[in-house]
């Protein structure tokens, strides 16, 4: 029920806020169909507006506010599916979430040494890729969290900018002044190292 009722005060908080007793007047009545809040309280506010067309059939996900980095975000990217959303902080990691519901997906992606200034998912959704102020890309199985291999490295100031090209293969890599290629033996293989020309 908490979790209801903190989903009701994000989607009203801005009626709510002009006038308290717009939780009973409108909020009350045009919340989620299907939250067990509005099927506890309708019954005990038989008098408030009925809605006959419209409203919200469920929370509206575009409401939700995500907490979890320790610093600011400085990068947010969707899934192809738009079922996820991966995020970057300058808290030095990557966290993975569910879109609609706003909750994590698994622990924080630990691995950088500085800020994490650019992240993206694949074509596929299967890796997350990130950049760094520490003047590194890192490669992640989305599904796992895992690090795949050693981090790119080869840029003379921080990897400002990361993304996959429409095969899921890593796509050029940009820096504050120059950009690179990953050189990989087979697309996103397991490895012990990857250089970075």
Not at 70 to 89: C, I, M, P, R
Not at 129 to 148: L, P, Y
Request: glycine share 8%.
């Amino acid at each position: 029920m908490a979790r209801e009722m903190y989903r009701f005060v994000a989607t009203f908080a801005s009626v709510i806020a002009q006038s308290a007793p717009h939780i009973y007047l409108s909020a009350l009545a045009f919340a989620s169909r299907s939250s067990p809040l509005s099927e506890r309280y309708r019954k005990l506010y038989l008098h408030i507006l009925a809605v006959h067309s419209g409203g919200f059939n469920m929370w509206p996900s575009i409401e939700n506010t995500l907490f979890g980095h320790a610093g600011a975000v400085t990068s947010v990217a969707f899934s192809h599916d738009s079922k996820q959303l991966v995020s970057g902080s300058d808290d030095r990691t990557v966290r993975v979430w569910d879109a609609e519901t706003g909750e994590t997906i698994g622990a924080p992606l630990r691995g950088h040494d500085g800020w994490v200034m650019s992240v993206a998912f694949s074509h596929d959704s299967k890796w997350l890729v990130s950049g760094s102020e520490d003047r590194t890309v890192r490669v992640w199985d989305a599904e796992t969290g895992e690090a795949i291999g050693a981090p790119f490295r080869g840029h003379d100031s921080w990897s400002m900018s990361v993304a996959f090209s429409h095969n899921s293969k890593p796509a050029p890599l940009t820096g504050r002044f120059g950009c690179g290629m990953p050189r990989l033996e087979r697309p996103l293989e397991r490895r012990s190292e990857a250089t970075m020309t």
